[in-house]
């Protein structure tokens, strides 16, 4: 059976998998990637008995890769109309409530509504789904290539808001060197509470994504993703 299983997953084409840093669900440590949303990912891949190299880019970069090249995954990525023609969807890996984050020595930044973030200079990262949404609320905002350029704008006061779930910021504070009370959560910004899927380049073939849906189904019965997907791991 050992045999059967190396010689099925040797045929098969070695599959590469983009995320971007998003502590604690994507992280990156001593040229590693991990956290929370990558350990079901690499759970599902291991029970489809695929294998994976896993690789961190900025957003952007991370959607242009999966989106042109078969044989690509990538996650952890809201489904929206655009977007579910042109991928396969495995099974989701994250849940985000967003809103707006600033620091937390800045008392003079006060949001209780929409219309008052709009006041606020405000970084949103490219291709994010926040973006799209935030534009329908007439927002303008500086995009930035990564959460991480997002929140690096937003320590040095280039900008005043960031846009997270506040169940994140502390492992981002950490993961930026800074107190872990550094950053404070303001305002939940109707509409983006989303799930953050893994996806597959529409052309990757049929086998491997039957593999993948199959072995999701077995990782979503587990404790561990129930967790995740709960938001308080």
């Given at each position: 059976?050992?045999?059967?299983?190396?010689?099925?997953?040797?045929?098969?084409?070695n599959?590469?998998?983009?995320t971007?840093?998003?502590?604690?669900?994507?992280?990156?440590?001593?040229?590693?990637?991990?956290?929370t949303?990558?350990?079901?990912?690499?759970?599902?891949?291991?029970?489809?008995?695929?294998?994976?190299n896993?690789y961190?880019?900025?957003w952007?970069?991370?959607?242009k890769?999966?989106?042109e090249?078969?044989?690509?995954?990538?996650?952890?990525?809201?489904?929206?109309?655009?977007?579910?023609?042109s991928?396969?969807?495995?099974?989701?890996?994250?849940?985000?409530?967003?809103?707006?984050?600033?620091?937390?020595?800045?008392?003079?930044?006060?949001v209780?509504?929409?219309?008052?973030?709009?006041?606020?200079?405000?970084a949103?990262?490219?291709?994010?789904?926040?973006?799209?949404?935030?534009?329908?609320?007439?927002?303008?905002?500086?995009?930035?290539?990564d959460?991480e350029?997002?929140?690096?704008?937003?320590v040095?006061?280039?900008?005043?808001?960031?846009?997270?779930?506040?169940?994140?910021?502390?492992?981002?504070?950490?993961?930026l060197?800074?107190?872990?009370?550094?950053?404070?959560?303001?305002?939940?910004?109707?509409?983006?509470?989303v799930?953050?899927?893994?996806?597959a380049?529409?052309?990757?073939?049929?086998?491997?994504?039957?593999?993948?849906?199959?072995a999701?189904?077995?990782?979503?019965?587990?404790?561990?993703?129930?967790?995740?997907l709960?938001?308080?791991?």
């Open positions: 059976m050992c045999l059967s299983s190396h010689s099925t997953a040797s045929a098969l084409p599959l590469t998998i983009v971007e840093l998003s502590p604690p669900n994507q992280t990156y440590d001593n040229g590693v990637v991990g956290g949303s990558t350990e079901l990912v690499k759970q599902i891949v291991e029970q489809a008995h695929l294998n994976a896993y961190l880019y900025p952007a970069r991370a959607f890769v999966a989106s090249r078969k044989n690509t995954l990538i996650y952890s990525m809201a489904k929206t109309t655009l977007r579910e023609q991928f396969h969807w495995i099974g989701a890996v994250a849940k985000f409530e967003l809103g707006f984050v600033t620091n937390n020595y800045r008392q003079d930044v006060k209780e509504s929409l219309e008052d973030a709009k006041k606020y200079r405000l949103v990262q490219r291709g994010d789904i926040a973006a799209e949404q935030l534009e329908q609320y007439g927002f303008e905002y500086v995009l930035t290539a959460i350029r997002s929140y690096q704008l937003l040095t006061n280039k900008v005043d808001l960031v846009l997270d779930d506040p169940r994140y910021i502390q492992p981002m504070a950490e993961a060197n800074l107190p872990k009370d550094h950053f404070r959560f303001l305002f939940s910004v109707p509409n983006l509470s799930k953050g899927y893994l996806a380049n529409i052309n990757t073939p049929d086998e491997v994504i039957n593999k993948l849906r199959l999701f189904e077995d990782v979503k019965r587990t404790e561990s993703y129930k967790l995740v709960s938001g308080y791991h």
